[in-house]
Structures are given as structure tokens and as C-alpha cells.
């Protein structure tokens, strides 16, 4: 059962930044939260009006055998053109981040285990709050914190 708790954005117009100095500081703040981080994508390719750069990863956290925290990290720059040593350009940053209860399938497949999960999850409701909804959304918020500073932007 898959439930998706966490949505931000972040839009950055024409200004200076270093790629490759957040593509690294996001791999070592995953593993800073305690994340697996999963490239899913790159692509790159000339535009009309700059380069396109395309950037997809997963991070992912077991916290049990029961529950799992994933995000999906979509980074799409435009516009790019060599600043000196850094980039210049546009951005558009998307993070998701969801709670898989039951992950490892361990209710089984048939209707009556789902119906059984169901309540399980809605019995324990401030639990899984604050087992991992909770975490999620503190995790998804010091990530997009951290993104916003690496492109320039400070955060209160």
C-alpha cells in the first residue's frame, strides 16, 4: 500500500549555479539522511536556446520489515550556458516523497489481506505517523531546504 505525503517544488530563473556541486551534495545528503541513492536518469541534449540537462533519482529507506520512505528527486535544467566555471540557466526541481507500507508484500495479494492491511494501518494510525509520515515529511523538508540553498536561494 502506497501513500505519497510529500510535494514541493522549486523554480529557479536565469541564475548562477554549480551543477556538479549539487548533484554531489545531494548524493552525500542522502546518505547523510540515511537514504540509498538511485540515479534513475540522465539525459542531456542541445537546445535551442542553451543546453538541456535531465536529472531523475530515487531515494530510498527501509525503516522495517513493515514501512519504506521513497523519494523522487526530478531535477530539469534549461538554458545552460558556461558561467566562468559554473552554469547559468533555469531550473525546475521536483520532490516527491511517499510511505510503502508492506513493501516486502508480506499481506499477500487477495482482497481479504488487503482489507485486513487497511484497518491495520488505519488501527495504528498515529503510529505509522509518527513511525514514518513524520520522518517523511522531515526528511523531504531539510532535502528541499538543502537543494534551495545549493542553488543560491537561504531558507529560514
Keep these: 500500500m ?3 505525503i510529500f510535494s514541493r517544488n522549486i523554480v529557479v530563473t536565469d541564475e548562477v549555479f ?3 556541486k549539487i548533484y554531489k551534495g545531494i548524493k ?3 546518505g547523510d539522511l540515511g537514504y540509498t541513492f538511485i540515479e534513475k536518469e540522465q539525459a542531456t541534449k542541445p537546445g535551442k536556446y542553451g543546453t538541456e540537462l535531465k536529472f531523475k533519482f530515487i531515494l530510498d529507506k527501509e525503516v522495517d520489515e513493515f514501512g519504506e520512505l521513497i523519494f ?3 531535477f530539469s535544467f534549461d538554458r545552460l550556458s558556461k558561467a566562468k566555471n559554473l552554469d547559468r540557466g533555469n531550473c525546475e526541481v521536483s520532490i516527491k516523497g511517499k510511505v510503502i507500507f508492506d513493501y516486502k508484500n508480506r499481506w499477500g495479494m487477495n482482497k481479504f ?4 492491511l487497511g484497518l491495520y494501518i488505519k488501527f495504528t494510525d498515529s503510529a505509522m505517523k509518527k513511525k514514518y509520515i513524520v520522518p517523511l515529511i ?3 523538508n531539510e532535502m528541499h531546504d538543502f537543494i534551495k540553498d545549493s542553488f543560491g536561494f537561504y531558507t529560514s
Design 2 to 4: 502506497e501513500k505519497e
Design 18 to 20: 554549480d551543477i556538479d
Design 28 to 30: 552525500k545528503k542522502s
Design 72 to 74: 523522487d528527486l526530478g
Design 113 to 116: 489481506n488487503k482489507t485486513l
Design 138 to 140: 522531515l526528511d523531504g
